[in-house]
């Protein structure tokens, strides 16, 4: 897209930019957002924009950018090529852009693969170059200096000049505290001058203390000596300190020639971290203004609620505004009062398309979309030139000359108050004229005017359209709101009146009106009346909607809160009834051990009679009555009919009064085997009730992939997810009670509403293996099972997808 640079300042990109750069993390990311120009190409808009949602969507999760800063490194890599040795500041800005650049990559390739390709592309032509740059910042402390641990020949020269300069202060130290030497000292301290050790010496006792002058005071009063004892300790100090000094500069251009061996690699990842760290701050940008992505393409432009993005990036609070040019026209003139919000709307959209096309959300909603240009020019205020001398309306006619020179197809041409500051006639027959000229030269034109002539051209010629923004006349202040298809009515009278113009004064000048200008404004004034009113009922109508949606909230919130009571209150009655069970099963199973004792047979008279007691007991634990927060049923169950009768189906067990399943029936003799929560019976078919029929199943078709029930097609497989608390190991187990812990250990997973259970059991003779699959057969609670894949255990695990 071409635009020059008063169209940009005028329009107010500068802030948009500098916001967007502000929210960079990188020199090379701030760089690439000034350099970015609006694309021209509809597709690479649209893989930006792509990439921008994927990142959007993995924020959104939670999983922010590894992004931190890096700072240009392009000058260090260029002197490490031509041999130079990097310092360790320069290293170490490598070694972060390394670390940095690589955990971005893997942040696209692997976080970013999760919600899309368009990041894991983006990650495409970089190099992971975490290990390098890892090693290379291990080499050095927090201080940036070389460890000893970088070469071993560093580590044994630092640990001779250590012991060097220990040995020297551990003779000042010995030497200050002699009663001769404590005398000449100004003070009681050992200090270096030129890496050399010294003592503070006073002036007058130089002759007392042999040695070297390295130094004096300001003053004169002190010397710094290098006492005699001590010189030759301190020539090997210095050769240790330049031992030392060699070996770092051998290590340091020996990294420095391991990195030019990266130069490519790093340069490949600093382009993709550019690109990241502008896409980043795109998205930050975004959020900070409320903003969305936007369609670009097709003709025309529809920007709905759309907010002016630099006055929402410096705090202000414009009002949002549908900006629509209707389908099949090409320019759009808005009238309406100074101060109304013209100019804001133009420059609403001429940044929108510069963001639009840049890649940038914008403030806007959802639906939103606009065409794409190829160029934007625009004059708006004041373009007074006094160094040529040129007048305002010189300027500006100078300006659209230059325009209509450079204006073709694809063009966006904002023009404010066209041809103004001139005679009105002449300069409202100058502004139809230029108009009409943009469009024909196939440009889209945004407008605004006060010129009457302007407002009826619409009327006229099709390829125009009209717009207006309002003013309140009570208040006396315009409300900045736009109205599409509507010109604004010329106030001038209605102002002067509320600001106490005489009546007669007033008349006479309406009489001077042209007859048609007076009826178009009686006109405009009725829609004006027309439009408030349905305004007020729009505003009541949404608080209306507002009270509905509230009264649903609630109404919603009252049944979820009912719901979650009783689901409260048949678990504590069920707990209640399953431990009152299981103490009576532990009371009959004492009961049946005594009655195999040998012993007289009133012992097993009277134990008999017990465990009839103990049946009674629970069968009335059973009919113990489940909270009712819902109200009585009205109809009693119907008498189960055996030939009806199926497995699935829910049936009532008189004896017992509890509810239970099918599981089998066996119509020869009539009994029917039950489920009953985790307990297993049969009963004749005269002791059930039929609650509930089982869903009738759809007859399979005779495909390859429903032939065996067990394993259903890849298209209608579900995907089940294993984990510890859906899964059951049973191997080494006994047969008879692996099939009890499958029982429980289904009917667990089927109160948890879970999706699947994975059930263990080897590969071993395969005998645990068919009693399972034969018992799952007949249970309620699969809808079907399989054997496991590859990676889920294969034959050895059977996998359950539960109803």
């Known amino acids: 897209m071409q635009i020059d640079t ?7 990109w500068p802030v948009i930019l500098e916001h967007w750069c502000g929210l960079t993390c990188t020199p090379q990311g701030q760089a690439l957002c000034r350099a970015r120009k609006a694309e021209d190409d509809e597709q690479k808009i649209d893989i930006w924009q792509k990439m921008a949602l994927d990142l959007n969507r993995l924020q959104d999760e939670g999983k922010a950018a590894p992004i931190d800063a890096v700072e240009l490194v392009s000058e260090d890599l260029h002197r490490a090529a031509k041999g130079g040795v990097l310092h360790s500041e320069a290293l170490l800005r490598l070694a972060e852009a390394m670390l940095v650049s690589s955990r971005v990559r893997r942040y696209l390739m692997v976080d970013g693969n ?3 390709t368009a990041l894991v592309d983006l990650a495409r032509g970089s190099h992971d170059l975490q290990g390098p ?28 000049e250590r012991n060097l300069a220990d040995g020297i202060r551990a003779r000042l130290e010995r030497m200050m505290h002699t009663t001769r030497m404590a005398a000449c000292l100004q003070e009681d301290y050992i200090t270096q001058r030129g890496d050399r050790y010294v003592l503070p010496v006073r002036s007058d006792s130089r002759g007392e203390v042999p040695g070297l002058v390295h130094d004096t005071s300001g003053s004169g009063a002190t010397l710094f000596i290098e006492p005699t004892e001590i010189i030759d300790s301190g020539n090997k100090l210095k050769i240790a300190k330049a031992a030392v000094n060699e070996e770092i500069k051998r290590i340091l251009a020996e990294y420095s020639r391991e990195v030019v061996g990266h130069t ?34 097709g003709e025309g432009f529809d920007l709905r609620q759309a907010r002016h993005p630099a006055m929402v990036l410096m705090g202000q609070k414009p009002i949002a505004n549908d900006i629509h040019l209707p389908e099949g026209r090409k320019a759009l003139l808005i009238s309406g009062p100074n101060a109304g919000g013209k100019t804001v709307a133009m420059k609403t959209l001429g940044l929108a398309s510069l963001m639009a096309q840049r890649g940038l959300p914008v403030p806007v909603a959802e639906g939103s979309r606009i065409c794409r240009f190829g160029h934007i020019a625009a004059v708006i205020g004041d373009a007074q030139d006094i160094s040529q001398g040129l007048s305002t309306f010189s300027a500006h006619v100078k300006r659209i000359a230059l325009i209509l020179e450079n204006t073709s197809t694809r063009s966006l041409v904002l023009l404010d108050e066209i041809a103004a500051d001139t005679d009105p006639q002449h300069g409202a027959a100058l502004a139809c004229s230029i108009l009409e000229s943009l469009v024909d030269r196939g440009a889209i034109v945004l407008a605004t005017t006060h010129y009457e002539e302007l407002k009826h051209l619409p009327f006229a010629d099709e390829r125009f359209a009209n717009a207006s923004v309002g003013f309140d006349l009570e208040h006396m202040e315009p409300n900045f709101i736009l109205h599409p298809e509507v010109p604004g009515r010329s106030l001038t009278l209605d102002i002067a009146r509320r600001l106490g113009m005489p009546e007669a004064v007033l008349e006479r000048a309406a009489a001077r009106l042209d007859g048609k200008e007076r009826q178009l ?12 009113e349905l305004n007020d009922l729009r505003g009541q109508l949404e608080i209306r909607q507002e009270q509905s949606k509230q009264a649903r909230d609630e109404h919603r919130e009252a049944a979820d809160s009912l719901r979650k009571r009783k689901t409260e209150l048949l678990g504590k009655g069920r707990e209640a009834l399953l431990s009152e069970i299981a103490t009576v099963r532990r009371q009959v199973a004492g009961v049946i051990e005594s009655m195999r004792q040998p012993g007289p047979m009133k012992d097993v008279v009277d134990a008999s009679r017990k465990l009839i007691g103990l049946e009674e007991k629970v069968s009335q634990a059973a009919k113990k009555p489940e909270p009712n927060i819902e109200g009585p049923k009205d109809e009693e169950p119907k008498l189960a009919d055996l030939n009806d009768l199926a497995a699935g189906d829910q049936v009532l067990l008189t004896t017992m009064g509890q509810e239970a399943q099918v599981t089998s029936v066996d119509r020869k003799t009539g009994m029917v085997s039950l489920l009953m929560g985790i307990m297993r019976t049969r009963a004749g078919v005269d002791k059930l009730r039929l609650l509930k029929k089982a869903p009738l199943r759809k007859k399979p078709s005779q495909d390859s992939s429903t032939k065996n029930p067990k394993m ?76 496991g894949t590859q990676e889920e255990g294969g034959d050895g695990v059977t996998v359950v997808i539960l109803k």
């Open 114 to 116: 999760l919600v899309g």
């Open 521 to 532: 404004d009686a006109v405009l004034q009725g829609l004006d009346h027309e439009r408030q």
């Open 264 to 297: 490519q690699a790093l340069m490949d990842n600093l382009a993709m971290l550019a690109e990241f760290d502008a896409l980043n701050a795109a998205v930050a940008l975004g959020r900070h203004m409320d903003a969305r992505f936007i369609e670009v393409g």
């Open 712 to 787: 259903p097609s890849k298209a209608a497989r579900p995907i089940e997810i294993r984990s510890s608390q859906n899964t059951l190991d049973l191997r080494g187990t006994r047969v008879d009670e692996a099939l009890d812990q499958v029982d429980r250990f289904l009917d667990e997973m089927f109160g948890q509403d879970q999706a699947a259970a994975f059930i263990i059991h080897g590969h071993g003779t395969g005998a645990l293996r068919a009693a399972i699959r034969d018992l799952l057969k007949t249970s309620p609670y699969p809808r079907h099972f399989r054997a």
């Open 133 to 160: 740059g890892r090693d290379l910042k291990a080499a050095f402390d927090e201080d940036g200096n070389l460890r000893d641990s970088a070469s071993p020949e560093l580590q044994q020269l630092r640990r001779s």
């Open 6 to 12: 008063a169209t940009a300042q005028q329009l107010g």
